[in-house]
């Protein structure tokens, strides 16, 4: 692999699957993706010829011996957006809240946006979002659980970092999902992940959920948090209608685009 490849939202959402499902056929791909089998076989074709997945007779899987992992392919992926939405989630909180970052891309690109904010304290399962942080230097404390690291993402997983999760009082927990549906609120694949959500939810003064475009009805298996545990949804684009309604209770955000300079 020369090059760093750079992600479509689809393929995005395809090394998501193939982390949670080691592998998969092309049928049952192009359903979980609502799209023709086809568009998936040219999706696959790109990222076979990338080192990303390997194909097999009638399936594929990520590949061996890919050189970066599928969390660090993620954020190569539609990062204008994700800049962008870091930096309004960034305005949205004040210097010295307590908050609570997931182990998404996106918290990594918040965790940057954060950078020049002081006296926030941070709770994550991301060694990611952890070394992002501690770029800032002493500007805010970071807090990391127990647990067993798991290599693709660098998360602290497992059942001590569960318990972490459920002993955290947050100002705010803030969270990217796979997916956000109208009839299933916001959906995961991981259930670690999901159990890491659900686990610090209950306890938090504010919930806010930051998903780009692509996310709006895209697939997902498990609904981490219903809409009613929602307080403001950072995005970048108007909801479709059957997604307004379902947030009618939701403060939405919509991020603007970076001056530049």
Not at 25 to 41: H, N
Not at 81 to 92: C, F, G, I, M
Not at 122 to 138: H, I, K, Q, Y
Not at 216 to 243: C, H, K, M, Y
Request: aromatic residues 4%.
């Amino acid at each position: 692999m020369n090059m760093t490849p750079v992600l479509s939202a689809r393929q995005e959402r395809i090394v998501e699957i193939l982390r949670a499902t080691p592998s998969i056929t092309t049928v049952e791909l192009a359903q979980r993706l609502g799209v023709s089998g086809e568009t998936v076989r040219r999706d696959l074709q790109a990222m076979a010829d990338d080192g990303i997945v390997q194909k097999f007779h009638g399936g594929v899987s990520l590949h061996r011996d890919v050189q970066e992992s599928p969390f660090l392919l993620r954020m190569r992926s539609n990062v204008a957006a994700k800049r962008r939405l870091a930096q309004q989630v960034s305005a949205l909180l004040p210097d010295g809240a307590s908050l609570v970052l997931d182990n998404s891309s996106t918290a990594c690109f918040i965790a940057e946006a954060l950078a020049e904010r002081r006296g926030l304290t941070v709770a994550t399962p991301s060694l990611e979002v952890a070394r992002a942080l501690a770029n800032s230097g002493d500007r805010h404390t970071v807090m990391l659980p127990g647990g067993t690291l798991r290599s693709s993402d660098m998360t602290l997983a497992g059942a001590n970092a569960l318990r972490f999760a459920t002993q955290l009082h947050p100002d705010y927990l803030i969270v990217s999902v796979a997916s956000l549906s109208a009839r299933g609120g916001c959906l995961d694949f991981d259930p670690f992940e999901v159990e890491f959500k659900q686990a610090v939810c209950p306890h938090a003064e504010t919930v806010i959920v930051v998903a780009d475009a692509s996310k709006f009805e895209a697939p997902g298996l498990i609904t981490s948090l219903p809409w009613d545990n929602v307080r403001i949804l950072v995005t970048d684009q108007a909801l479709p209608d059957d997604l307004a309604n379902a947030t009618r209770a939701v403060q939405v955000v919509i991020a603007k685009d970076q001056p530049e300079g």
